[in-house]
């Protein structure tokens, strides 16, 4: 199977759940908020940001017989979307947005273990740094908050 740098592939832990995201990313980046802390149980998220439409499940039909829709109780537009099977959470849904965010880390990889199509994911940035649990040393821009809406704490 051939794997154009534009259709990238990714999955839940068990593979019952896939789905593949077309086109570039609206945005890529590393989020260090409480939320995603929480909901991850990880100190940041390599987050990939899509329009809806760009997202196309590819398990086994129907596709909402695996997926499971979780309500965000503090932001209600917000869903998180979990493999009925292994329990893991594989994309977030944001409907006043009508975006959805798939995570680097379950995303397919090549025969050395890399990313692929890396270049068309890459993060560009850190948001929420302010409340990190660890530095990170990668010369990226950090934002106290959202890009271009917070403080910008390191520039790389
Ligand atoms: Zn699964
Ligand atoms: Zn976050």
Partial sequence: MTDSASTLRGSCFCKAVSYSV???PAR??????SL???????????????????LQWTHAEPHTNHI???????????YRVRCKQCGVMVAGQNTKT??????AAQ?????????????TIQPKYHIFY???????NDGLPKWSGYAEQSTLLFSG
């Avoid at 890529?28 to 908020?33: T, W």
């Avoid at 302010?130 to 990170?136: G, N």
């Fill in 98 to 103: 009508d975006r959805v965010n798939v995570f």
């Fill in 22 to 24: 077309s086109g570039p």
């Fill in 107 to 119: 995303m397919e990889r090549d025969e050395d273990g890399k990313v692929r199509g890396w270049k």
């Fill in 36 to 54: 995603c802390q929480r909901m991850h149980g990880s100190p940041f998220v390599h987050s990939i940001h899509y329009s809806a439409s760009q």
């Fill in 68 to 78: 499971q829709r979780f309500q965000t109780p503090s932001k209600p537009w917000k």
């Fill in 130 to 136: 302010d409340t990190r649990l660890m530095d990170v």
């Fill in 28 to 33: 890529s980046n590393y989020c260090h908020c």
